[in-house]
Every structure is written in structure tokens, then in C-alpha cells.
């Protein structure tokens, strides 16, 4: 019975209707109309999005988070949807496979997504062909991080196995510490084994013509003690910033999913959405206090709405990510919240002239 009803299982999950609709969305992007026509729908003029950072200039503060475009195969896409920048990954050096299937699991009342399995990645190789292939004027970060077979006393090499290779495609890099989405969590939370990932790639960096910032991903389910020392690792060394945070292994905020989340029973996976809204909130707020202001943060977490992305950035973002509200409401959600966060943006640059 269960190799019979199997793929029907795989072809009435999430996981399924995610995978047609990238497929979907990457056979369209093959034709230049549909850039145009998806350029001209999403792409309106916003005068107050833009900001510098990194000494790079970003037309817009709202970014594609990583987990959609896991492999770099919708960047013309991203681009035309409107957003500033997009991060591909989380890149592993090797190809793995994800799961079990299904593992994503979509709980539309929360607005949220739960992924229980490895992270899926068609390994470094092919992700600098699908990049190399594409024709874009995008800011590109590369989300990093070992495979989920590799012991944790490998892990510096691996990071810098990705680094090196991607180094003239990136615009900047994630090391991504936080991968806690199956049984092989991976959430190393000492100095040493967070400088042990580090150092080998400042050394790398230092070696090269052009500079390519490095930023450090957290998790929210870290102590405030544990935040305190990724902040202080990032004063410390020549981190230049922070992307807070990934996603959850909590369950908080899901009354409205009760019956899917006992359905699933004790699954390990990653929690991501709008039940994270506060907690990323946190995070931000007190990785920038801690900081003074000084270093970028990209915040993301729970960020669906206008309102979402100006309250993590008054809580100390330079710049925002979202993925699961793309994933619910794709490029018409992203265009409501760049036009609604660019006039929130300008009143409150009218409010601070008018002081």
C-alpha cells in the first residue's frame, strides 16, 4: 500500500506545488517577453526604497531571502519581480537531495512554512553555471554552508570550498551557522568553532583585488547571551555584518495550525513566516543596540507586510528579506509592500525635514 499511495502523496504536497511552480516560472523566464511584461507589471518607480550599503547601491531595501531560489536559476525572475537584491542558496558544496518527501509543509492560516528535512542544493558547480548563464543587473549574495554528511570538524573547509569558486559571482556572501531544518541540525554557538568558519575566508578575501562583504546568519532560537557573542564576533573581526535571523525550530503562534502540526508529530524542522515576526524583531533590536548602529543588519522573519518591513528596519535594519510571503503571495504581495513601505519611507523623511 504505501509504494502505491507514495507518489500520490508527493504529487498532493506542498512540496510538489512549489516545485511547478519554479518550474513554471523558469521555462517563462526563457522568453524575453515575459521579463518585459513582468518588469513593467512589478517594477514601479519608488524614490525612496534605494540605500547604500556595503558601498553598493541597492535600489531597493526589500530582498528575496534565501530557500526559493536555492540554486540560481530565477535570477532574471527575481529581478523583474522588483526586488533590490536576492540571496541564492543555502549552497552546498556537493549536490544533496531534500526531505524525506514531503518536507515542506505549507500552514496558509499562520502564513507560514514548515520545512522538515535537508537543506535541497544542486551543489556550487551548477550553481555558477545557472548564474554564469543569466544576464542581470541584480545584487547577488551567495548563502554558504556544508553538507549535512559532513562532520562539524570539516565545516571550515567546506565554507571555504564555496567561497573560493563563487568569489567572482557574489556581490556578498552569508555564512549560514543556523541549518536546524532536520535531525543533522548544525548551530555551532562557540567563538571558536564561529572563527574556525571565519578565518580561512577573511584570509582568502584578503588576497583578492575586489572585496566581497561577509555577513554572519543567526538563529532566533539563540539566547540573548548567545546573540550577544555573534554580535560581539562581528565588532571583533572583520565581519560586516549581520542577516537575523533564520528560521525556528519553536512551534509558537500556531493556534490556527494545531491540526496540521499534530499530524506531522515531532518532526524536526524550521518554522518560518509571521509566527516569527517578534522574535526576529528581538534579535535585530538587539543585535543593533549591542553594536551601537555601527553594521548593517539584514532583517528578516515574519515579514509580510509594509508595516512588517518598516518596523524591523526602525528596529535597526538597513535592509529586509522576505521568502515565505513570496512563496504565499507572490510578485503582487512584494509590489504592495515596496509601495507601501516607499511612502512610509517618505513620511518619515518629511517628519525628520520638518523637525
Known amino acids: 500500500m504505501k509504494s502505491i499511495f507514495t507518489p500520490i502523496r508527493y504529487l498532493l504536497s506542498d512540496d510538489f506545488a512549489l516545485l511547478l511552480a519554479r518550474w513554471r516560472t523558469a521555462m517563462l523566464a526563457r522568453m524575453p517577453l515575459?521579463?518585459?511584461?513582468r518588469r513593467k507589471r512589478y517594477t514601479l518607480q519608488t524614490d525612496y526604497l534605494g540605500t547604500e550599503v556595503f558601498g553598493m547601491k541597492f535600489?531597493?531595501?526589500?530582498?528575496?531571502?534565501?530557500?526559493?531560489?536555492?540554486?540560481?536559476?530565477?535570477?532574471?525572475v527575481m529581478e523583474a519581480t522588483g526586488f533590490?537584491?536576492?540571496?541564492?542558496?543555502?549552497?552546498?558544496?556537493?549536490?544533496?537531495?531534500?526531505?524525506?518527501?514531503?518536507?515542506?509543509?505549507?500552514?496558509?492560516?499562520?502564513?507560514?512554512?514548515?520545512?522538515?528535512?535537508q537543506t535541497e542544493s544542486q551543489g556550487v558547480e551548477r550553481v555558477i553555471e545557472n548564474i554564469k548563464s543569466q544576464n542581470h543587473n541584480i545584487i547577488i549574495g551567495c548563502n554558504i554552508a556544508k553538507n549535512d554528511a559532513t562532520a562539524p570538524e570539516d565545516a571550515p573547509q567546506e565554507y571555504l570550498r564555496?567561497?573560493?569558486?563563487?568569489?567572482?559571482?557574489?556581490?556578498?556572501?552569508?555564512?549560514n551557522i543556523c541549518r536546524n531544518s532536520s535531525e543533522r541540525a548544525y548551530v555551532?554557538?562557540?567563538?571558536?568553532?564561529?572563527?574556525?568558519?571565519?578565518?580561512p575566508l577573511f584570509e582568502f578575501r584578503r588576497g583578492q583585488n575586489q572585496y566581497r562583504p561577509i555577513l554572519l546568519k543567526i538563529s532566533p532560537d539563540l539566547s540573548d547571551e548567545q546573540i550577544d557573542l555573534m554580535t560581539d564576533i562581528m565588532i571583533d573581526t572583520p565581519l560586516d555584518g549581520m542577516v537575523a535571523c533564520a528560521g525556528t525550530t519553536g512551534r509558537y503562534g500556531l493556534e490556527e495550525s494545531t491540526q496540521i502540526i499534530h499530524s506531522l508529530g515531532r518532526k524536526?524542522?524550521?518554522?518560518?513566516?509571521?509566527?516569527?515576526?517578534?522574535?526576529?524583531l528581538e534579535v535585530v533590536r538587539r543585535v543593533h543596540e549591542r553594536a551601537k548602529g555601527t553594521y548593517p543588519i539584514i532583517g528578516c522573519g515574519g515579514i509580510s507586510?509594509?508595516?512588517?518591513?518598516?518596523?524591523?528596519?526602525?528596529?535597526g535594519a538597513t535592509l529586509v528579506q522576505v521568502t515565505t510571503e513570496y512563496i504565499y503571495g507572490g510578485g503582487k504581495s512584494i509590489l504592495n509592500m515596496r509601495m507601501g513601505l516607499n511612502e512610509r519611507l517618505r513620511k518619515a523623511q518629511q517628519r525628520q525635514t520638518n523637525q
Open 84 to 117: 533590490g537584491f536576492m540571496e541564492i542558496g543555502t549552497i552546498t558544496p556537493k549536490p544533496q537531495r531534500g526531505g524525506p518527501s514531503p518536507a515542506l509543509h505549507k500552514l496558509p492560516k499562520n502564513r507560514a512554512l514548515l520545512y522538515c528535512g
Open 188 to 199: 555551532p554557538t562557540s567563538r571558536e568553532e564561529i572563527m574556525a568558519i571565519l578565518q
Open 34 to 37: 515575459f521579463l518585459a511584461l
Open 305 to 315: 507586510t509594509a508595516d512588517d518591513a518598516m518596523a524591523m528596519i526602525e528596529a
Open 268 to 280: 524536526a524542522g524550521a518554522l518560518t513566516g509571521a509566527p516569527l515576526r517578534e522574535r526576529a
Open 162 to 175: 564555496l567561497f573560493r569558486p563563487l568569489y567572482q559571482y557574489a556581490d556578498y556572501f552569508t555564512v
Open 59 to 76: 535600489p531597493s531595501r526589500i530582498g528575496l531571502g534565501a530557500g526559493y531560489d536555492r540554486n540560481g536559476e530565477h535570477i532574471n
